[in-house]
């Protein structure tokens, strides 16, 4: 009886190039801090699209160069089993970079049949194997944007460069190569003859195989998300949406992916931190499974995202768990450091925070008549407010960013996420008013607000009008807290004061037009703020 063989088809025979080396620059300022592979679609990042389309066996070749660093700690926290291999690539900008040279950097790690695949195309549609060579495409329109190319039968004709009139199929960055010793032989002599083309790439070396006779059959796709331009980046985020309705920011993103929740921030420090404090919070918050530098991962939390949840009748009995479970009284500095720390969090980061507002949007601090009330500018609102008796308050344990987005309300309780890594430097001790202020402006400008737009602003020399729609039961939640502040006896002065203080330290880190929105109707508020006291 012949001995029998083991089978080897589910083994992984090719590799899968993914060139995340670029910086992008047709994304602008959303890859000034970010590798563009991590820009988030949906609910995870383009990586994660391009990983996950492949058999978890799949060897990969990944090159690294603008914020490779990111990418390379990405993949090794979230994706630990599979076999990845990064190639540096130097110079991955200016003269001498390009696709090709990109390409060239990983040719040692791919003699074997490869696919690849562009770090800025999605697809959902399922990728064969490179046992024949095939280039994928989608028919329609787009040819002014991308190169294309024509088909007889199933076979690859020839390509086109942008702009060329009802070709076939439109490139999109997807390529299964089996001929790659003749692909590798044709990209070094492009790349000889001139290594100064910033232009040179795939599509190059394909169209001197097809004049050599090679044969590409075209694989053809229905569905691409391409995110390699902001036009197209947004459509893609709008055809592939995110129930988490989570403002975008430059310097920090969240994913969700199979079960675990991953944060990135820009700035280590903030991720290390973040990771401390969630050590300090404990059971209050989800356990953090895996760290890096600028990343940390931990696993998602079943429940209802309590902004869709509360009610009047229910959000007492949340305060009350708050008051209990969260703002526990802690010592971290004396008394007179503390008050210190929270006059420059309450005043000087307010003052820097205006002025960068003012500086980044070409603005002037002037007299304005908001909503028919004529207010004098920020600066002068802030020499009425007064600091010394916000600064006086009880060092507590806190959260930072306590909003109903960041609170899930669980079978046993409640969790909080997305806590803030600190409060002036301190990592234990902070104050509960900063908690309860913050809960106070999500009750009236949410993220579902914001999302849907609505939300008003219109701007006529010193004229301003704003406004924002509310929902009634948050209205109620509103009448329920401050009811709580009062029987508990609770400062709600410094609740009202603090919330347009946060509208104003919002305005430059959001898009426009929220970012005005949030500076003037931050301003009418305090100003309302400030008389409410002087007259109460």
């Known amino acids: 009886m012949p001995k029998k063989i ?38 995870k990042p383009t990586l994660s699209y391009i990983i996950e389309a492949y058999p978890k066996n799949t060897k990969y070749v990944v090159t690294l160069g603008h914020f490779g660093e990111q990418v390379r700690e990405f993949i090794k ?33 791919l003699q074997r049949p490869f696919i690849y695949h562009a770090s800025d195309t999605i697809v959902t549609e399922k990728i064969p194997p490179p046992t024949r060579n095939w280039i994928a495409g989608v028919s329609g329109e787009g040819s002014s944007h991308y190169t294309s190319f024509d088909v007889q039968g199933r076979e690859v004709l020839q390509f086109y460069d942008k702009g060329a009139l009802s070709a076939d199929f439109l490139h999109i960055g997807l390529v299964g190569i089996k001929d790659y010793q003749a692909f590798w032989k044709q990209l070094q002599k492009l790349y000889r003859k001139n290594a100064r083309n910033a232009a040179m790439g795939d599509v190059e070396v394909l169209q001197t195989l097809l004049r050599e006779g090679h044969v590409f059959s075209v694989q053809p796709y229905t569905t691409w998300h ?107 500095v004396s008394e007179q450091e503390f008050k210190t720390v929270c006059r420059d969090f309450y005043e000087q980061k307010t003052h820097d925070r205006i002025q960068q507002f003012l500086n980044t949007r070409g603005l002037a601090d002037i007299t304005t008549t908001i909503n028919g009330v004529r207010i004098p500018s920020v600066k002068k609102l802030l020499r009425e407010v007064d600091f010394d008796w916000l600064a006086t308050t009880q060092q507590t344990q806190f959260h930072g960013d306590f909003i109903l987005d960041n609170i899930i309300k669980t079978k046993s309780g409640f969790s909080l996420l997305d806590w803030r890594q600190n409060f002036g430097g301190l990592l234990r001790a902070g104050d509960k008013y900063y908690d309860l202020a913050k809960l106070n402006h999500n009750l009236v400008v949410n993220h579902d607000i914001v ?13 301003v009008e704003c406004d924002i729609r509310r929902r009634e039961r948050l209205v109620e939640c509103q009448h329920e807290l401050f009811s709580f502040l009062a029987e508990g006896g609770y400062d709600a002065k410094k609740v009202t004061i603090l919330t347009p203080l946060i509208w104003l330290n919002m305005a430059p880190l959001h898009h426009h037009p929220f970012d005005l929105f949030l500076f003037h109707f931050g301003k009418y508020k305090l100003w309302q703020a400030l008389r409410a006291n002087q007259t109460s």
């Open 6 to 43: 083991k089978s080897r088809t589910n083994r992984s025979q090719y590799t899968v190039l993914i060139t995340a080396s670029g910086t992008s620059q047709e994304l602008g300022e959303i890859t000034k801090y970010i590798n563009k592979t991590l820009i988030k679609v949906g609910r």
């Open 77 to 109: 926290l979230v994706y630990p089993d599979r076999k990845v291999t990064f190639v540096e690539v130097k110079p991955f900008e200016g003269p001498g970079s390009s696709l090709g040279y990109s390409m060239l950097q990983a040719k040692k790690h």
């Open 226 to 332: 391409d995110v390699g331009n902001i036009d197209a980046l947004q459509k893609a985020r709008r055809e592939i949406a995110d129930s988490f309705h989570i403002l975008d920011k430059l310097e920090e993103s969240i994913y969700f992916l199979s079960g675990s929740v991953v944060k990135f921030f820009a700035d280590a420090k903030i991720a290390q931190q973040r990771v401390k404090r969630a050590n300090f919070l404990k059971k209050l918050v989800p356990r953090i499974e895996r760290t890096g530098k600028n990343f940390y991962q931990y696993r998602y939390v079943k429940g209802d995202l309590y902004a869709d949840r509360a009610t009047p009748a229910d959000f007492r009995g949340f305060l009350q768990w708050a008051e209990k479970n969260l703002w526990r009284p802690v010592h971290e």
């Open 451 to 463: 999302n849907a737009n609505e939300f008003a602003v219109t701007i006529s020399g010193s004229e």
